[in-house]
């Protein structure tokens, strides 16, 4: 009897030492789960990954393109840029094209800087619809030195004899005579080339014997009436300048407000003074009577004068 007893005593005791064990575990699990909370997982989007042409060297204007110049990187499919190609098979399936702005290497190859289908590099493909292009004959001085670039906006000055004019004429008295004048006949004038080349991306000087520029209908009859009767020089504008130059005719002058200026205008108006027409003389009456002789009067100049 005692034994049955004390038998189930040492098992009570072991079961409860058992519950006391896992209680207590129990109780530790859940302290651990309140001091560090269970991560947010969160879903990324799926992105659904192609491919694109890049340029794989310098592209400029005339190349005409071939594979070894093309590459095919992985790029995003909802990404693609306007007038991209997703293979080079596909941009030269229609035929070969020719690069009509520049493109640098890992650049993505658009449409829009490219020819149609087995097209050149003609300059009409860099004009705006209705715009023209005219070509200014220049030189170093004439071409701002050889920092215009294509791309970059310019005034042509036409330098003339104007002395038909009435507004130079009558400033030419009191500037020594001189009816040499400048106006400008296109403002804001966008270069397309320098010389024969088209390439946006130089920007070392080039000194070329010639600029192309696009105008409109109306500019181009100007430049083309202003290389006729007189000399062309480009100005350069400031990058992102809008508006028009300054309007009418400057002559020598209309230097206003420099010391060049006064020392011209004072120069013009002593030569002025020199060749005006001679003053008068002044003379006085002088009564002379004769004897019996009637009375006479002479005019003799003024010995004040």
Known sequence: MKRRIIAMLGIAAVFGAASIFAADLWLRGQANARAEP?????????????????AGAPLRFGMAIDRSMLSEIPWPQDAL?????????ALLAEGGRVVLSPIEPNEPVLLAKLSGPNGRATLSNLLAPGMRAVTVRTDEIAGVGGFITPGDRVDVVLTRDAGAIQEVSGNARGAAGSTIATEIVVSA????????????????PQVASSVTIEVTTEGAQKVALARNIGTLSLSLRSAGEGGDGHDGVTTISAFGGSVGSGLTAAVG??????????EAPRTRTVIVTRGMEDTQAYEVVSPDR
């Open 38 to 54: 269970a991560p947010i997982v969160i879903e990324a989007p799926r992105i659904e990954m192609g491919t694109i042409v890049v």
């Open 81 to 89: 840029p306007q007038g991209a190609f997703a293979s080079a098979d």
């Open 189 to 204: 004038a966008k270069v397309l080339t320098v010389g024969q080349g088209a390439d946006e991306r130089q920007t070392g």
């Open 269 to 278: 108006a002593m030569l002025e003074k020199a060749v005006a027409e001679p």
